[in-house]
């Protein structure tokens, strides 16, 4: 059965850095494109970045240059490297596998909080 375990969040101060993990398994990690999302309260989930099966990446506007995506295929891990983070960050962050047209495959996981504040 598919699995998609979302790791590493926290409390962080504004500035502050965080690096969350997204171990999956039940399905061929490496030949799927995979995302992270994030959901705030009150907001709908919104696409944070994705990356293809080959290491192509692209970013939403408000995360770029601060955030950076990557994935270990051995692994079968994608990982979100979040950097001078702001309170408008606060959010549970979510992965998914992707299709070939971006769309999220699987049932979301629980997520993970992050919570950017002094």
């Known amino acids: 059965q598919v699995q998609l375990v979302e790791s590493g969040g926290g409390l962080v101060q504004p500035g502050g850095s965080l690096r969350l993990s997204c171990a999956a398994s039940g399905f061929a990690f490496s030949t799927y494109h995979m995302g992270w999302y994030r959901q705030a309260p009150g907001k709908q989930r919104e696409t944070v970045a994705r990356i293809t099966g080959r290491g192509t990446t692209n970013y939403a506007d408000s995360v770029k240059g601060r955030f950076t995506i990557s994935r270990d295929n051995a692994k079968n891990t994608v990982y979100l490297q979040m950097s001078s983070l702001k309170p408008e960050d606060t959010a549970v962050y979510y992965c998914?596998?992707?299709?070939?047209?971006?769309?999220?495959?699987?049932?979301w996981g629980q997520g993970t909080q992050v919570t950017v504040s002094s």
């Open positions: 998914n596998a992707l299709t070939a047209g971006w769309v999220p495959v699987y049932s």
